[in-house]
């Protein structure tokens, strides 16, 4: 893979810190609904971040599988309708692996921009799926929550990515 200029050579990621950060992400999202606030429809989703950096990341790793699974999970917790989470969780999954190469080629505020039609997407169609069975509308706070989303990328991509980063150590025969 071509490098931008200026990055950094990256360790590879461990497996057992990919599916951790994934259940820690929904065990938050958990904490989340039973918190203060309860099921509010501006609370972002965090699972769907840390699923859409993994999905970007390593996308042999976490695939559509991976998601449609957590997407369960979420919807088993949440006692609403089974596969609305799922169905959300899969088409964003999609998108991601779809744009995983070029969002790479940018940097971390810009690939925010560029996730942001991601999350919009996933909750416009978890909204659908809602609507669609006769379920209540949530009102217009939901609109917040994909632009709270985008505004986590970078502290997702700065936490997820710090075991990964090598000590610079440039060498006269070592430049990497």
């Not at 965090?46 to 999905?55: D, I, P, R, S, Y």
């Not at 996308?59 to 799922?86: E, K, N």
């Not at 985008?150 to 936490?159: E, K, M, N, R």
């Amino acid at each position: 893979m071509i490098m931008r200029p200026g990055q950094q050579l990256l360790l590879p990621a461990n497996p057992f810190f990919i599916w951790g950060s994934l259940i820690a992400a929904m065990l938050l999202n958990m904490l989340q609904n039973m918190g203060f606030w309860g099921r509010a429809a501006w609370t972002p989703d965090m699972l769907a971040v840390v699923l859409v950096f993994w999905t970007v990341h390593q996308p042999l790793r976490v695939s559509i599988g991976g998601a449609f699974v957590f997407g369960l999970l979420m919807d088993v917790h949440q006692g609403g309708l089974l596969g609305q989470h799922a169905l959300a969780y899969t088409v964003l999954s999609f998108f991601a692996i779809t744009i995983h190469r070029r969002l790479l080629w940018f940097s971390v505020p810009s690939q925010a921009a560029q996730v942001f039609p991601l999350f919009a997407a996933a909750h416009a169609v978890e909204l659908a799926v809602r609507m669609a069975t006769g379920g209540s509308f949530p009102g217009l706070l939901m609109l917040l929550a994909p632009v709270v989303e985008a505004v986590l990328w970078p502290v997702a991509s700065i936490v997820l990515l710090a075991p990964q980063l090598r000590a610079p150590n440039p060498d006269a025969n070592r430049p990497l």
